[in-house]
């Protein structure tokens, strides 16, 4: 068996060209270019699309007002941060409670573990309770919310550790 090698000359490289490129060219990736994922030219398929993208879940107020009271109290963010998300005595209470509690500490941020709720009749007001760990130390939270007539929820009480307004006034 006899077999004939033929050599194929190798491709010459395309000369270089300055970033602009060529007039009425674009560099990759630029302005312009074709959308991300339709690098070819037929379109995809239901079945090539995989599973349909949906929107983040959006988290619940109780989970919501949890994190921004652990902001709060942590030091993270100011007292003021809640002024238009309490109503009563809530702004007062996180006004006692923010620059003395132990939250505030030089260790590991505090992280929200869990947040729990309990609905009072005509869904107008919420208990919710939280634990909040900060290294290996694992503290409790309890606030009420309550719904105003905008149909917004508002903070209306708040507790650490036991340690309401009533625990810091003398």
Do not use: K, N
């Not at 760990?133 to 309890?142: D, Q, S």
Request: aromatic share 4%; with cysteine.
């Amino acid at each position: 068996m006899t077999v004939t090698l033929t050599t194929t000359p190798a491709p010459t490289p395309r000369p270089r060209t300055t970033p602009g490129g060529p007039a009425g060219t674009r560099p990759r990736g630029s302005a312009g270019a074709r959308p991300r994922g339709t690098a070819g030219t037929h379109p995809r398929t239901p079945a090539q699309a995989g599973p349909p993208r949906t929107a983040p879940r959006a988290l619940p107020p109780h989970t919501v007002f949890a994190e921004r009271l652990l902001a709060v109290l942590s030091g993270e963010r100011p007292v003021h941060w809640m002024l238009g998300h309490t109503v009563g005595e809530a702004y007062e209470q996180l006004v006692l409670l923010a620059p003395q509690t132990p939250l505030r500490s030089l260790g590991p941020r505090p992280v929200l573990r869990r947040c729990s709720v309990q609905v009072h009749p005509g869904r107008t007001a919420v208990e919710a309770f939280a634990t909040i760990a900060t290294g290996p130390r694992v503290r409790a939270m309890a606030f009420r919310l309550e719904r105003g007539a905008d149909q917004r929820w508002r903070c209306a009480a708040v507790e650490l550790d036991g340690l309401g307004a009533t625990a810091h006034r003398t």
